[in-house]
């Protein structure tokens, strides 16, 4: 056992100690680390030229559902397999923390739900999770609405425009308009704060997008070069980085102070139960200040915010985008998605009530996410020891994992699974509508709607973790069915008026990725008003 540390770092090497002395048992027990797991060795041009989930695609083909993936001396274990992730996101979900992601997002999002330790986030999931009750969704579809209205505004005046000069289609960038219609939600929807992004661009917008440009950049980069010190002060996009840091953390504070300045202490049964038509402050901020006992401090509500900010932004852009994507080759399913749309809202605005009613658009949105899932890898790295169980990998076998192993647990893979899903790369929303239990595969539930009635979209339960489109288990996407209602409320109204069609060939649009799939150069998508509404 090697430790190299200095004295000033006794308890880091206490634990280093101890991982591993657990290391070295659990390689004696298993007779080598990972020692049976199939192994594919990368050349590190696979991580460039092309997004890194299309190559753990191709060795997942040839290596099963569980391979250690090598590049030089640094290994990741690749799961490919819903009975292997049930195990690592819910049967034994404490004995892995977010690893790599955890340090990636540390220096942005502090102690926040995604890269906290456990301590914390046992503490502030508790307190978040319930902000996102029934009468606070319902009062988001109106900001939803609302928002997506402003958008649809834009994109009518470009359209007039167009007319006067004997035009009937408008050119745009549609994922650039999906990313300012998701943060002006987020903004409202968190801490009501208008970005008002669809129609200005602003100091705080401008900071917003340099930070998860940032965090993209850090997570494909493979040399945490930002760790260097003086590297904040010396490189260039280090100091950008930390300005647009600056201003985004004091705009939350002047929010948190005037949320704070404005509290009313009430108890939480209370605080759910409000009458929240008539808030002119729905926020989850204002839950959180609010809520008795919620003397937490302005650091971590700081936190807290920014983590939202992040996480609720480019994933829901990112969603509708590839629905467009999918629905613009598939015209039949835009017709079919209309047609329900013309029978559910006609020419209203979708409600609470009447999004429930949109069931083909959510399977649209759950779809889209099953073929483009965001984020496409989940990351953990073990804190304690442990076996994963044999999944689908062929040989049944299960295998050891040592303490600082990291995982990647790939959803791209998952969802694109032969041995889960019929005709995987197919955009097909209506497969979920279809009971699959009887494929023959051991320990695996199968794909039963009835397992979550009422449901909003068919989530990991319903499918045993073959679709895991928010995660699963304690560390799921606690925004899951604002996601899905945001998404749903935006798509339905903008096929209520319009029909989209991509301006240049599906294969002209090239995909990258970094937290969330999206394309090289925007979805360039031409629009008209749909020639068959009255
Ligand atoms: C976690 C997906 C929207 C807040 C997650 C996770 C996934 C996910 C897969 C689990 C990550 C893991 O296990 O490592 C998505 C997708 C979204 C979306 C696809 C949009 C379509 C949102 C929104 C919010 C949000 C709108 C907030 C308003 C969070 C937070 C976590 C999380 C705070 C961390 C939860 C925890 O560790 O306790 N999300 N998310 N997400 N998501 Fe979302």
Redesign the pocket.
């Known amino acids: 056992i090697r430790c190299q540390s200095t004295s000033t770092d006794e308890p880091k090497t206490r634990r280093n100690l101890l991982d591993n002395a657990s290391n070295l048992l659990t390689n004696l027990l298993s007779g080598g680390s990972l020692g049976s797991m199939p192994i594919a060795e990368g050349a590190v041009s696979d991580l460039f030229g092309r997004p890194l989930f299309f190559s753990l695609y191709d060795w997942f083909l040839e290596h099963g559902s569980v391979y250690k993936l090598a590049f030089g001396p640094k290994a990741f274990v690749v799961v490919s397999d819903p009975i292997v992730s049930r195990h690592i996101?819910r049967e034994n979900a404490f004995s892995y923390d977010?690893g790599v992601l955890a340090d990636i997002l540390e220096p942005i999002m502090g102690k926040g739900?995604?890269p906290a330790d456990l301590d914390t986030?046992k503490q502030r999931?508790r307190v978040i999770a319930p902000g996102f009750h029934a009468l606070y969704l319902e009062a988001m579809v109106k900001i939803f609405a609302d928002c997506s209205e402003r958008t649809i505004m834009k994109f009518d005046k470009l359209l007039e425009g167009k007319h006067s000069c004997g035009g009937n289609s408008v050119e745009l960038d549609l994922e650039a308009e999906f990313s300012s219609l998701a943060l002006d939600i987020?903004g409202l929807g968190?801490f009501n704060y208008d970005f008002g992004s669809v129609t200005k661009e602003s100091p705080v917008i401008k900071a917003v997008y340099g930070t998860l440009f940032e965090a993209e950049h850090r997570s494909t980069f493979y040399i945490p070069y930002w760790k260097i010190p003086l590297a904040r002060w010396i490189v260039p996009r280090q100091r950008k980085f930390h300005n647009d840091l600056k201003v985004i953390n004091d705009c939350l504070d002047g929010l948190i102070r005037n949320a704070k300045e404005t509290r009313q202490e009430t108890d939480i049964e209370k605080l759910q139960n409000r009458d929240y038509s008539n808030l002119k402050d729905a926020s989850l901020l204002r839950f959180l200040v609010d809520m008795r006992g919620a003397d937490v401090d302005d650091r971590q509500l700081r936190d807290d915010l920014m983590?939202?900010l992040i996480?609720?932004h480019e994933?829901?852009a990112a969603?509708l985008t590839w629905a467009v994507f999918l629905l613009a080759q598939h015209p039949l399913k835009i017709k079919k998605a209309q047609a329900e749309i013309d029978s559910v809202l006609g020419k209203e605005k979708p409600s609470f009530e009447s999004l429930k009613k949109l069931e083909y658009i959510r399977l649209i949105v759950a779809e889209a996410?099953r073929l483009y899932p965001?984020?496409p890898l989940?990351?953990r790295r073990a804190i304690k020891p442990d076996v994963l169980p044999g999944g689908y990998n062929g040989d049944k076998k299960g295998y050891r994992i040592p303490v600082g192993t990291d995982i990647f647990l790939s959803v791209y893979n998952l969802h694109r699974s032969p041995y889960f899903w019929e005709q995987p790369h197919e955009f097909e929303p209506e497969r979920f509508l279809k009971q699959r239990k009887d494929v023959g595969i051991e320990g695996w539930g199968g794909f039963d709607p009835t397992r979550s009635p009422g449901a909003l979209y068919p989530n990991e339960i319903v499918s045993d973790f073959a679709f895991?489109?928010?995660?699963g288990g304690p560390?799921?996407?606690?925004?899951?069915q604002?996601?899905v209602m945001e998404?749903t409320v935006g798509l339905a109204m903008m096929l209520q008026k319009f029909d989209i069609e991509l301006k240049g060939s599906s294969e002209s649009v090239e995909l990258v990725t970094g937290a969330t799939i999206h394309t090289k150069n925007g979805l360039w998508c031409k629009l008209r008003k749909r020639s068959d509404s009255s």
């Open positions: 996101l977010k739900l995604i986030w999931r987020i968190v983590t939202m996480a609720g994933t829901t969603v996410l965001q984020p989940l990351i895991l489109g928010f995660g560390r799921k996407c606690v925004g899951d604002f996601a998404s």
